[in-house]
């Protein structure tokens, strides 16, 4: 991952040039709901998952299975039924899942319109969480870029205004009003 660099400095007439090491084999994966309950203050639940050798023909990313995990985890801490907005992501339209979620009574999806990132509330969060833990820093190891994300999304998730404004960003609302009836 290139780290976001948001101010550099260097005497006049000198072009600051940052250093930034090669593609690193190693892999991270972060997966993230943003949860909404009028009354009740909004929530950020994350898992992240490091990949252990994707050279060698292992998975990149999540699979059905953790995103399934994630739900019942959100579902347990919740303890309320699910309202889920996915977009496009290939793992979010596997078959598998799918069937596991028209299985469960807790759950109820929607999917986004593709392209729509703008819709996403998660997208906010992905946004802050590069802009707020890693600006300027240079990781020395993969170990210590998963405790910045860790702690910067930690640090996110006790700021439920934060997670509130990212759901105002999309123009999405916590209700519908029904159509008039005419």
Same mark, same amino acid.
């Given at each position: 991952? +290139? ?7 260097? *005497?006049?007439?000198? +072009?600051?040039? /940052? ?5 690193? &084999?190693?892999?991270?994966? /972060? %997966?993230?709901?943003?949860?909404? =309950? ?8 994350? @898992?992240? =998952?490091?990949?252990?050798? #994707? =050279? *060698? ?5 999540? +699979? ?7 739900? $019942?985890?959100?579902? *347990?801490?919740?303890? %309320?039924?699910? !309202? ?6 290939? !793992?979010?339209?596997?078959? @598998?899942?799918?069937?596991? $979620?028209?299985? &469960? ?19 906010? /969060? ?10 300027? $820093? ?11 994300? *860790? @702690? +910067?999304?930690?640090?996110? &998730? ?9 759901? %105002? ?8 009003? #029904?159509?008039?009836?005419?």
């Amino acid at each position: 991952m +290139t780290p976001p660099t948001s101010r550099t400095w260097a *005497r006049r007439g000198h +072009t600051p040039a /940052i250093r930034v090491r090669g593609r690193s &084999q190693r892999r991270f994966s /972060i %997966a993230a709901l943003t949860c909404y =309950k009028p009354g009740e203050r909004s929530r950020l639940i994350f @898992r992240p =998952k490091r990949h252990a050798d #994707h =050279k *060698r023909g292992g998975r990149r990313s999540f +699979t059905w299975t953790d995103y399934r995990d994630l739900l $019942i985890a959100a579902h *347990r801490q919740l303890d %309320a039924p699910l !309202v889920l907005i996915w977009d496009d992501l290939n !793992v979010h339209l596997d078959a @598998r899942l799918r069937a596991f $979620i028209a299985a &469960q009574e807790w759950i109820t999806s929607f999917q986004l319109p593709p392209y729509a990132p703008d819709l996403n509330p998660v997208e906010g /969060i992905w946004s802050l969480a590069r802009r707020a833990g890693q600006n300027n $820093i240079d990781f020395t190891d993969p170990d210590h870029l998963m405790h910045v994300l *860790r @702690r +910067t999304l930690r640090e996110l &998730q006790y700021r439920n205004d934060v997670i509130d404004r990212c759901l %105002a960003a999309t123009g999405l609302t916590l209700t519908t009003p #029904h159509p008039k009836a005419q």
